[in-house]
């Protein structure tokens, strides 16, 4: 047995899980290794996770195979390029870079071919296997195209207040942008996704499918989500954010993954969402939730470029739909400061400054690892040595010194 081991230890949502197990398992056929996953079910069904038990997602021989135990997960090791020299236990994430492979470039494009083989040699549950078959059964009109409306905890969950998050999913308006154009230009679309009240809303449309009406009535939570993941592998494309369930299916289908807001300048975005939370066309029945999104997503991508009346828009809309959110009264302030509002800026850091609490629990939000904390630091343009002109005693000054410390700057 090969002294090389390649394993997957994720421990979020679904999506991204199986991602990773599709990259260990594809290394390890490529390089004649061994395989295995570690499987948390701590996250079971939280904030929209389509999380559950081992024994619910996979067959007890794979199981008995392939499952590692939590002091060998935790011992491994990042993938590196030079691995493939030795032997010893390397982690795979939900992505493997092209570097990886920097000494053997021409492997890049095995392990590539062979990800979505890795998929159909999972050895999964039974209900899994059916969910599995009646996706491959159903009837897709040609040319369809998949839009996947990742929502839980992003939208609705512990993520709101987070900045970075907003690459995972689409804003509302931009779905509905999307929609009207594919119809306009030849029909034909298929949606999927968490969010049902947004679903539910565009599929009133002529030649609009919910995925949600071919589900069969017995599927559980998870079987819905396996069953979702492959029929839009079967669509001519998918468009989406960087959802792990999105990538999974672009993955499996060998199709494109799109993401609608990184093809147009970012100011195009801005200027969506600025026009669809003013409209008076805009449905009572989108959730307020996906309004607090859509502002949140305009703020951090037009932070210093929105004009000051857009900018002052977003942050109220965005306050009314989600009023716990400190996100906006924050980007208020520091919007102010940017702006030379010093005095504006003092009111607003106070305000936020009274509820300490939120205001930490918000900070800790943004830096639990260093690519948010980055995002973070970069949203804002925060310059380490903005602390030489900052002497204390200013309520800006102390939410400035509270941020540089949480976001260890």
């Not at 290794?33 to 069904?45: C, E, S």
């Not at 071919?214 to 839009?232: K, N, Q, T, Y």
């Not at 977003?314 to 716990?324: F, Q």
């Not at 995002?375 to 002497?391: M, N, P, V």
Request: glycine share 6%; charged share 25%.
């Amino acid at each position: 047995m090969s002294e090389l081991m390649f394993i997957a230890k994720r421990t979020d949502g679904l999506g991204e899980r199986l991602r990773a197990i599709l990259n260990a398992f594809a290394l390890s056929e490529l390089y004649g290794a061994r395989f295995g996953f570690y499987w948390d079910d701590d996250k079971f069904n939280k904030e929209g996770h389509a999380i559950d038990s081992i024994e619910k997602v996979f067959s007890s021989n794979f199981i008995d195979a392939y499952h590692i135990d939590q002091d060998v997960a935790e011992s491994a090791k990042p993938l590196h390029k030079v691995l493939f020299s030795g032997s010893g236990v390397f982690y795979c994430d939900q992505v493997v870079e092209e570097a990886v492979f920097e000494s053997e470039p021409h492997r890049y494009g095995d392990f590539k071919a062979k990800l979505s083989e890795s998929f159909w040699k999972i050895g999964f549950s039974e209900s899994i296997e059916l969910a599995i078959n009646a996706a491959m059964r159903v009837k897709l009109p040609e040319s369809c195209v998949a839009i996947h409306l990742r929502a839980g905890d992003v939208i609705y969950g512990g993520l709101r207040s987070n900045i970075s998050s907003i690459s995972k999913a689409i804003s509302y308006p931009s779905v509905e942008n999307l929609v009207n154009g594919f119809l306009e230009e030849r029909g034909n679309v298929l949606l999927a996704g968490q969010d049902l009240a947004v679903i539910s809303l565009l599929s009133q449309q002529a030649q609009v499918t919910s995925i949600e009406r071919l589900h069969p009535e017995s599927f559980g939570r998870v079987e819905s989500a396996i069953f979702d993941a492959i029929v839009m592998s079967r669509a001519e494309s998918v468009y989406a954010g960087s959802s792990g369930f999105a990538v999974l299916s672009s993955i499996v289908g060998g199709i494109p993954l799109l993401n609608p807001e990184r093809i147009v300048d970012q100011a195009e975005v801005c200027d969506l969402v600025v026009r669809s939370v003013t409209s008076t066309e805009i449905s009572p029945d989108v959730p307020k939730e996906q309004v607090g999104f859509a502002c949140k997503k305009a703020l951090v991508l037009g932070f210093l470029v929105l004009e000051r009346k857009d900018f002052d828009l977003l942050c109220d809309k965005g306050l009314s739909a989600d009023p716990d959110n400190v996100v906006f009264p924050y980007m208020r302030v520091w919007r102010d400061f940017r702006d030379g509002r010093v005095t504006e800026a003092d009111k607003g850091a106070e305000r936020i400054l009274a509820d300490h609490e939120s205001l930490v629990s918000f900070l800790k939000s943004n830096s639990r690892t260093r690519w948010q904390r980055r995002f973070f630091a970069k949203t804002f343009g925060l310059k380490s040595d903005w602390r030489q002109d900052f002497e204390g005693g200013s309520p800006f000054s102390d939410l400035l010194e509270l941020t540089y410390r949480l976001m260890r700057i």
